[in-house]
């Protein structure tokens, strides 16, 4: 019983992600998300995927986006749809009739098998995932450090135009001097 | 296995898949966008554990999930790090007004 309720608050909360106005809302909303499918995964046996929802889905992600929100401003954008909403949700509700029509024939064949523990699985029998787990780790961080680094020397238009302008004083203050010496020699 | 809740899990992963299409088709905003991707992810990764539960191989289940997880953070990350670049030099998060090609 708890679990047709639980996917009914997924789903709202989900809806009320595009809803909200301000971006923040709408990142909490998908931290609410995350929190109640990490039940629905306790609920279907899926322990630690559970935890793992639990604690980078609604927490660390949550937090990435409320940094990111923090940096670039709650902009309240235009919300124009680019495509007709009607055409969109036409679409959405034939790929959805299209897919249940496909998948509920195939639920239904439920069967019975035994497998190892979950460690086992893991570090044994899907290794390479792990392998491939960690590079992608190190990828993300690596890119993240690239995308957010500052430029040491800024090209800018009004920093260049500053080295001009102090190059120019340079130079006009040489001839300056320059011209001085001249005319002390002269006399 | 309990065959209704798989059911209930199916609505489940086809509404949260209506509305992360219906995100990333009506939004502008580039973090709306990585959220709608997000939506999407979550909802695979109902429809895997719905499959470990209803064919009782739940662990293997949970090992593509991580895998799974693990992946979408790095593109949570990598989406957002590109939103703030593209505030901080263009100064908007329309992706409309992004758009630079005239034809």
């Known amino acids: 019983m708890q679990i047709p309720l639980l996917i009914a608050a997924i789903i709202m909360f989900a809806f009320q992600t595009f809803r909200s106005k301000r ?16 039940v629905v995964f306790f609920q279907l046996g899926g322990w630690q995927v559970a935890v793992i929802e639990l604690s980078v889905g609604a927490g660390l992600v949550t937090i990435l986006f409320v940094f990111a929100i923090n940096i670039v401003g709650d902009e309240v954008v235009e919300e124009r749809s680019l ?21 509920f024939p195939v639920i239904s064949q439920a069967t019975e098998g035994t497998e190892p523990p979950f ?26 450090l690239g995308l957010l680094a500052e430029a040491k020397a800024p090209l800018d238009q009004p920093i260049a135009e500053q080295v001009a302008a102090r190059r120019e004083s340079d130079l006009k203050a040489l001839q300056d001097s320059s011209l001085e010496k001249e005319k002390e020699y002269a006399i | 296995m309990n065959l209704s809740s798989s059911y209930v899990g199916l609505i489940g992963i086809l509404g949260l898949l209506g509305v992360g299409f219906y995100g990333l088709l009506t939004t502008r905003n580039l973090i709306r966008i990585v959220i709608a991707l997000q939506i999407l992810v979550k909802a695979t990764l ?24 693990v992946a979408d953070t790095v593109v949570a990350v990598i989406g957002i790090a590109l939103a703030v670049q593209i505030r901080r030099r263009v100064g908007t998060l329309d992706v409309k007004e992004l758009s630079t090609l005239r034809g």
């Open chain 1, 23 to 38: 971006l923040i809302t709408s990142a909490l909303w998908l931290a609410g998300v995350s929190a109640l499918l990490s």
């Open chain 1, 83 to 103: 495509l007709p909403r009607s055409f969109v949700v036409g679409i959405i509700l034939l790929n959805t009739l299209l897919m249940g029509w496909f998948l």
């Open chain 2, 46 to 69: 109902l429809g895997l554990i719905v499959a470990g539960n209803t064919s009782n191989q739940i662990n293997l289940v949970q090992s593509l999930a991580v895998t799974v997880i």
């Open chain 1, 119 to 144: 460690s086992t699985m893991l570090w044994q029998e899907r290794g390479l995932d792990i392998l491939v787990q960690i590079v992608l780790i190190f990828a993300g961080v690596l890119g993240l």
